[in-house]
């Protein structure tokens, strides 16, 4: 069934929503689905911006062909090269021939990679700065390099001002009904995702998002229009302004999250009473979660919001337990910083949790892991809970 949006007079979403994909990326729990978002702007010239993911392909070009009216297609612009996009390529330039490819050098490099078959077909290769005619549009574009892959490019139509971001200002979270983040409860429905988004998948790159934050100063951007989640067209600033914060690594606010591992329950016991002290010594906001229940990405989404992280974890294997092991490396390849971390351990004989965490905080910039560390011997005794007042004061005084 067809479903087209329209964003201005000729330009409109074409994309579609996946709700059954279980995993993003094939790690990444989608609870609430995804959408890959593709353009088109039909001027004297027909444009599309971006392909879609195989999963929806069938939806997609029946949008496409809906949205051409007919029409051939001119020109496919390829923002972002990672298969959720591009996967469509081969077959949007076999059902429209005399199809031109735009995109830069890196992005006709990795075309040549994933689909040989097409070097043959006509091409325009843009750098920085560079303009393309479609008519009354103009098509400007700017390199947003790493972002998160080396090829993205943005483009902005100078007609209309609509940016289009590639995974820049995407979230997870099908579309329902409105394509519009004015018209659909984005905070509540979906700020949480896109921080996860931003997280998981831009998180690593912050000054190269930085980047393309100050390049979009310098333009009247009306409509942000990202390749996944809803368009911005209202309080654009407002996203910016998370966007600055999330690439800079600065908290949103000052809740404090507390992250137990536990394999019968007695780290999570202490890990809970430790959280109850720290909520009334800091009267902040705390959120406990437990690794094996949560995955590793939604935790990583809320230690970027706080400043403040507890981390419990037993011994295991003379080491770190393994849920909490993977968070940790986690946080090191994505190059967290700027965090207050507070660490307790578990040991039935020889508690050694807090050094293998320890040394994986260690290496994370700008971060402080504090002194005073929690030691439980098997479970939380009442003689322990001075000690974790201990703790929890220190925690709310960092
Ligand atoms: Fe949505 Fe980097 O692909």
């Not at 929806?56 to 972002?80: F, M, P, T, W």
């Not at 949560?294 to 337990?321: C, H």
């Amino acid at each position: 069934m067809i479903n087209i949006q329209k964003i201005t007079t000729d330009t409109c979403w074409i994309g579609a929503s996946d709700r059954r994909l279980a995993k993003f990326e094939n790690i990444f729990p989608l609870s609430g689905g995804v959408s890959y978002n593709s353009y088109i702007i039909a001027d004297e010239k027909t444009a599309v911006l971006d392909t879609a993911d195989v999963t929806i392909a069938e939806q997609y070009v029946e949008n496409l062909a809906a949205a051409l009216k007919g029409r051939s297609l001119d020109y496919l612009i390829i923002l972002h090269m990672e298969p959720d996009h591009c996967s469509q390529i081969a077959r949007v330039a076999s059902l429209y021939p005399g199809l031109t490819l735009v995109g830069n050098v890196k992005t006709f490099q990795m075309l040549g990679n994933f689909f040989p078959e097409l070097s043959g077909l006509p091409r325009i290769t843009v750098k920085e700065g560079d303009t393309l005619s479609l008519g009354a549009h103009t098509i400007k574009f700017t390199m947003a390099p790493m972002v998160h892959w080396p090829e993205v490019m943005l483009a902005y139509d100078m007609l209309t001002g609509a940016l289009f971001t590639a995974d820049a200002f995407g979230t997870f979270g099908s579309l329902d009904g409105s394509i519009f983040a004015d018209q659909c409860d984005f905070e509540a429905r979906y700020l949480n995702e896109a921080r996860r988004y931003y997280a998981n998948i831009v998180g690593k790159y912050g000054v190269q998002v930085q980047n393309v934050l100050k390049k979009l100063k310098t333009l009247d951007v009306r409509f942000i229009c990202p390749l996944h989640g809803p368009v911005w067209r209202e309080d654009l600033d407002w996203f910016i302004d998370k966007y600055q914060k999330w690439s800079t690594q600065t908290p949103e606010d000052d809740g404090i999250v507390v992250i137990y591992g536990s394999l019968y329950g007695h780290t999570a016991s202490a890990a809970e009473t430790a959280a109850a002290m720290i909520a009334e010594k800091s009267g902040k906001q705390v959120r406990v979660y437990d690794a094996s229940k949560t995955d590793a990405s939604e935790l990583i989404g809320e230690i970027w919001r706080v400043k403040k992280v507890v981390i419990f974890s037993p011994t295991y294997n003379n080491g770190v337990y393994l849920p909490i092991a993977n968070l940790l490396h986690d946080l090191a390849a994505l190059d967290v910083k700027n965090r207050i971390f507070a660490i307790g351990q578990n040991g039935s004989w020889a508690p050694t949790a807090a050094k293998g965490m320890t040394e994986i905080l260690g290496t994370l910039k700008n971060c402080t892991v504090l002194e005073n560390v929690v030691t439980i011997k098997s479970a939380l005794h009442e003689a322990d809970l001075p000690m974790l007042e201990a703790f929890a004061q220190a925690v709310a005084e960092a």
